[in-house]
């Protein structure tokens, strides 16, 4: 039964990070170089699903905390990127193009140590 729901607590942390790199491709693709509230959206799904993730229940194997923690540095970087591009957005009206790509780069780099690094 616990593996069963650690499935379903996956799952419900890749639809976090599609939602999150979903939005940003909308955006990256219509040429708007600007924050979403669905991103932040995403973010927050992904992030929870992963604290939940990270604790050692229903499997008989060690976790990989540093790969669990360098993910959660990844996340973390990502949220303040879309934190103070959402505020420079609402001072400004833009967001500096780098900012916005750094965020794309960085969902992409967390999604690529989660199935790379074993």
């Given at each position: ?62 976790l990989n905390y540093v790969k669990i923690g360098v ?23 833009s967001l500096p193009p780098a900012m916005f790509w ?17």
């Amino acid at each position: 039964m616990l593996e069963v729901l650690r499935h379903i607590v996956v799952f419900i942390h890749l639809v976090g990070f599609a939602v999150l790199f979903g939005a940003w491709v909308v955006e990256a693709v219509a040429r708007r170089i600007r924050v979403t509230r669905l991103m932040n959206i995403g973010l927050a799904i992904a992030g929870v699903a992963g604290l939940a993730l990270a604790a050692p229940w229903g499997i008989e194997y060690d976790l990989n905390y540093v790969k669990i923690g360098v993910k959660l540095v990844v996340l973390l970087a990502i949220g303040a990127l879309l934190g103070i591009g959402a505020a420079r957005q609402r001072r400004t009206g833009s967001l500096p193009p780098a900012m916005f790509w750094l965020i794309g780069i960085l969902t992409l780099l967390n999604a690529a140590i989660a199935v790379i690094w074993r």
